[in-house]
């Protein structure tokens, strides 16, 4: 099975600056036929259902702020957040979707202003 | 507009069989590429990826728990059923299900979750 690894596993950031997250995949999740890597990420609020940010690791859902935006390719990608909000404050996961079994989740990455 | 909602037990004894059902509008487990998945959350721990089953019936399961686990739909009910035997403390926790297409990737709708206990 792919193994997901996120870093860090908590973060604090002052308001106005970048946020990055990083996740590591224990294998490739680019798709040579699709030229694709099958990697999404997550905002989870407390108290809330996750909430689809970014899909084939940079196209970002409809309706998410721009300052959100996701890079990397193959085993390594990062999810960054230009200038930070006082409502990002959230935990934040990286998953596969690329072999069977689909679906791994990173242990995420606790966000908090600084 | 799609929704999923989960339905179930909130108490569970040790030992006993949950069955959690996810109930679903705005489309269709019939319609090429669409999937559901069951993913669950233990109280303050990180998303475990349980099962998913898509619109021509393939079912995968995680490593860890598939010898425990049953996916299944209902097209005619818009609902897809989650299985989990021999219930423990550990497996208390928030279980949701959620949508994808597969043509996106990624689970772009999510119920609001059921809360299971085993006790």
């Known amino acids: 099975d792919i193994v997901m690894t996120q870093s860090p596993d908590s973060l604090a950031v002052s308001l106005g600056e970048r946020a990055t997250i990083n996740c590591k995949s224990s294998?490739?999740?680019?798709?040579?036929?699709?030229?694709?890597?099958?990697l999404a990420w997550y905002q989870q609020k407390p108290g809330q259902p996750p909430r689809l940010l970014i899909y084939?690791?940079?196209t970002r859902e409809s309706g998410v702020p721009d300052r959100f935006s996701g890079s990397g390719s193959g085993t390594d990608f990062t999810l960054t957040i230009s200038s930070l909000q006082a409502e990002d404050v959230a935990v934040y996961y990286c998953?596969?979707?690329?072999?069977?079994?689909?679906?791994?989740f990173g242990q995420g990455t606790r966000l908090e202003i600084k | 507009q799609v929704t999923l909602r989960e339905s179930g037990p909130a108490l569970v004894k040790p030992t006993q069989t949950l069955t959690l059902t996810c109930t679903f509008s705005?489309?269709?487990?019939?319609?090429?590429?669409?999937?559901v998945s069951w993913i669950r959350q233990p109280p303050g721990k990180a998303l475990e990826w349980l099962a998913l089953?898509?619109?021509?019936?393939?079912?995968y399961y995680s490593t860890s728990l598939k010898t425990r686990l049953t996916i299944s739909k209902d097209t005619s009910k818009n609902q897809v059923v989650l299985i989990l035997t021999n219930m423990d403390p550990v497996d208390t926790a928030t279980y949701y299900c959620?949508?994808?297409?597969?043509?996106?990737?990624?689970?772009?709708?999510w119920g609001q979750g059921t809360t299971v206990t085993v006790s």
């Open positions: 294998q490739s999740v680019l798709f040579s036929s699709t030229d694709k890597n099958y």
């Open positions: 089953i898509d619109w021509d019936d393939e079912k």
């Open positions: 959620a949508r994808t297409d597969a043509a996106r990737g990624g689970m772009d709708v």
């Open positions: 998953q596969h979707y690329y072999s069977t079994p689909p679906g791994t």
């Open positions: 084939w690791a940079s």
């Open positions: 705005g489309f269709s487990l019939t319609t090429s590429g669409m999937c």
